[in-house]
Nanobody, 115 residues
Framework: QVQLVESGGAGVQPGESLILSCVAS????????MHWYRQAPGKQRELVAT???????NLADSVRDRFSISRDSSRNTVYLQMNRLKPEDTAVYYC?????????WGQGTQVTVSS
């Protein structure tokens, strides 16, 4: 049974930083493509960051100079470091992976950026 559990979301002010964690079970974060998505109110879910099994990393244009993705295989955890947060980063952030045809999502963690 694959399970993804996100944590680290919070309410912060513009310019502050947060780090989100996604703890995986039933699947190895080092052997699979792992993604962070986000969904803002009234908007479609969008891909924010990807780390491949080969450690290649991709980030959305809107966050490329502020966010980073990493993983700790010993903890089976994927991280999203978010710096210089903006109000438009407000969203529920989801961890995602796929095994074959089956997609797995975490429950999401809320990030709110507001002054």
């Amino acid at each position: 049974q694959v399970q993804l559990v996100e944590s680290g979301g919070a309410g912060v002010q513009p310019g502050e930083s947060l780090i989100l964690s996604c703890v995986a079970s039933g699947i190895s974060v080092g052997d699979n493509y792992m993604h962070w998505y986000r969904q803002a109110p009234g908007k479609q879910r969008e891909l924010v960051a990807t780390i491949t099994r080969f450690s290649n990393k991709n980030l959305a244009d809107s966050v490329r100079d502020r966010f980073s993705i990493s993983r700790d295989s010993s903890r089976n955890t994927v991280y999203l470091q978010m710096n210089r947060l903006k109000p438009e980063d407000t969203a529920v952030y989801y961890c995602h992976t796929q095994r074959g045809e089956t997609e797995y999502w975490g429950q999401g963690t809320q990030v709110t950026v507001s002054s």
